[in-house]
């Protein structure tokens, strides 16, 4: 009896959960102004959606779930100017991760038009001072399968960069095996390496909170990416 009410409850909740998912890929989740702060930031990614801040790594990156969709989101920081958002659709027993992609490939040509370049696993947009990305993510080490949309703005490229000089310069330690509990983009909470200690700390050298972002050029940005 408990098996077959248990059955029940799924065949009612798959088609619930489908609802949920095509809900979400509706619309492209929205980007945020670049160069505001770390603060302004949070304030903005929760207000008026279900986001909530989950963690914060001060001055780098601002770590949000969603309490009503499998969606994830991280705010991508240099010195506490927001230059980068990542958006993240986890593979679930509903959707696949390569459905997830196509709705938000979908989604992202219907708003946008099409794409500066497309490929299997990757379609890039030039849009007014951002970029666009929908990327299909497979699983590497840890983290979960899913669709990811990604927006990039001035100081990205840049920040990204200089986090690459600081890992070559002093490698991170090896990140701790994942044993469970919170995931952020799919991959354990515990395995996100702090920076080293040898790097100067952000905070010291941040730029006035008015410092206006330096202008980025998005047909270059998506050349690159499109090879």
Same mark, same amino acid.
């Given at each position: 009896? %408990?098996? $077959?009410?248990?059955r029940?409850?799924?065949?009612?909740? %798959?088609?619930?959960?489908? *609802?949920?998912?095509?809900?979400?890929q509706?619309?492209?989740?929205r980007?945020?102004?670049?160069? %505001?702060?770390? +603060?302004?930031?949070?304030?903005?990614?929760?207000?008026?959606? &279900?986001? $909530?801040?989950?963690?914060?790594?001060? !001055?780098?990156?601002?770590? #949000?779930?969603s309490?009503?969709?499998?969606?994830? *989101?991280? #705010? %991508?920081?240099?010195?506490?100017m927001?230059v980068g958002l990542?958006?993240?659709?986890?593979?679930?027993?509903?959707?696949?991760?390569?459905?997830?992609? *196509?709705? #938000?490939?979908?989604?992202?040509?219907?708003?946008h038009?099409?794409?500066?370049c497309?490929?299997?696993?990757? #379609?890039?947009? *030039?849009? &007014? /001072?951002?970029?666009?990305?929908?990327?299909?993510?497979?699983?590497?080490? &840890? !983290?979960?399968?899913?669709?990811?949309?990604r927006?990039? /703005?001035?100081?990205y490229?840049a920040?990204?960069?200089?986090?690459?000089a600081?890992?070559a +310069?002093?490698?991170r330690?090896?990140?701790?095996?994942?044993a469970? !509990? $919170?995931?952020?983009?799919?991959v354990?909470?515990?395995?996100?390496?702090?920076?080293?200690?040898?790097?100067?700390?952000?905070s010291?050298?941040?730029p006035?909170?008015?410092?206006?972002?330096?202008?980025?050029?998005?047909?270059?940005a998506?050349? +690159?990416?499109?090879g």
């Amino acid at each position: 009896m %408990i098996n $077959r009410t248990a059955r029940l409850a799924a065949l009612v909740l %798959i088609p619930l959960l489908s *609802a949920t998912a095509a809900r979400a890929q509706e619309a492209l989740p929205r980007v945020l102004p670049w160069g %505001i702060t770390g +603060a302004e930031a949070s304030t903005q990614l929760t207000a008026g959606d &279900d986001l $909530r801040i989950v963690t914060t790594r001060a !001055g780098r990156e601002i770590y #949000a779930v969603s309490s009503k969709t499998p969606m994830q *989101a991280v #705010a %991508i920081l240099s010195r506490d100017m927001l230059v980068g958002l990542l958006y993240f659709h986890a593979e679930n027993a509903v959707v696949s991760a390569r459905d997830l992609f *196509a709705q #938000a490939l979908a989604t992202a040509e219907r708003i946008h038009g099409p794409p500066y370049c497309r490929r299997p696993d990757h #379609a890039v947009w *030039a849009l &007014d /001072g951002t970029v666009l990305e929908v990327r299909l993510r497979r699983p590497r080490g &840890d !983290g979960a399968r899913g669709a990811e949309i990604r927006y990039t /703005g001035p100081g990205y490229e840049a920040e990204m960069a200089r986090r690459a000089a600081v890992t070559a +310069a002093a490698p991170r330690p090896r990140p701790r095996p994942a044993a469970g !509990g $919170r995931r952020l983009l799919g991959v354990s909470a515990d395995s996100v390496a702090p920076e080293p200690a040898t790097a100067a700390p952000d905070s010291a050298t941040a730029p006035p909170p008015a410092a206006a972002p330096v202008p980025v050029d998005p047909q270059a940005a998506v050349r +690159a990416l499109c090879g």
